[in-house]
């Protein structure tokens, strides 16, 4: 199975670049990215990105944090294209599970992106309020974790095997810190991995061999010494 690179980005400028590149097979935003971009009108916004991402799957996230707001952003965002995942929290701003407003959606049908999530324990608990159709990502945050010193990688391996028997559940790498990050995800068997864009260039270049990157990296530490008029 080979691991889909979505690209992580609200930049509409850059959603038009990333857009025309084959190795990004989908988009994934969020409210954060969103109003970094400049973002006054959140639908309009959306809907901005949906003009130029027609054809490839995009996850766009509510904000609502009770079950009514959840499900009422939900069919709202669902409605705005077919290649539309509608992200769900796990849990609310309180901590309570969001299962009866993720099995609510699913029995309509709706694509869910439920992000957030940071274990094993969390995917079966999604798993048990999803039926075996309609598809759901489940999005695990790598990055996150590891910077509280936690190592990711087991909570994925049992994370897909929980999602073995359900064809329409796909697992994503999250929360990226470095290219690398791809090498793990498709080695474990990731279904899709949501890169941000400069580390997605990065992914593009790979394939350098150690003697080449010795040799560009000291020609960058002569080059810059020489630029600054070093002396010692």
Request: glycine share 4%; hydrophobic share 35%.
């Amino acid at each position: 199975m080979k691991t889909k690179i979505y690209c992580d980005i609200a930049d509409l400028e850059l959603i038009k670049k990333f857009n025309k590149k084959k190795i990004v097979k989908g988009f994934t935003t969020n409210p954060t990215l969103i109003r970094k971009a400049g973002a006054k009108n959140y639908k309009k916004y959306c809907q901005e990105i949906l003009k130029i991402c027609k054809n490839k799957p995009i996850s766009l996230e509510v904000f609502g944090d009770t079950n009514k707001t959840i499900k009422d952003q939900a069919f709202k965002i669902n409605a705005w294209g077919k290649n539309v995942y509608v992200k769900i929290p796990v849990i609310n701003s309180k901590g309570i599970f969001s299962g009866k407003i993720i099995k609510e959606l699913n029995k309509k049908k709706i694509k869910l992106n439920i992000t957030a999530v940071y274990s094993a324990r969390q995917t079966k608990k999604i798993l048990n309020y999803i039926d075996k159709k309609t598809q759901v990502i489940i999005s695990i945050f790598a990055g996150r974790s590891a910077d509280c010193g936690n190592d990711p990688v087991p909570e994925f391996k049992k994370s897909l095997r929980l999602a073995k028997n359900y064809k329409n559940v796909q697992i994503l790498w999250a929360s990226v810190r470095e290219p690398y990050n791809y090498l793990q995800a498709k080695h474990l068997g990731c279904h899709i991995i949501t890169i941000p864009p400069k580390i997605i260039e990065k992914i593009e270049n790979f394939g350098k061999s150690p003697d080449s990157l010795t040799k560009e990296t000291v020609k960058i530490f002569l080059k810059d010494s020489l630029r600054s008029k070093f002396k010692i």
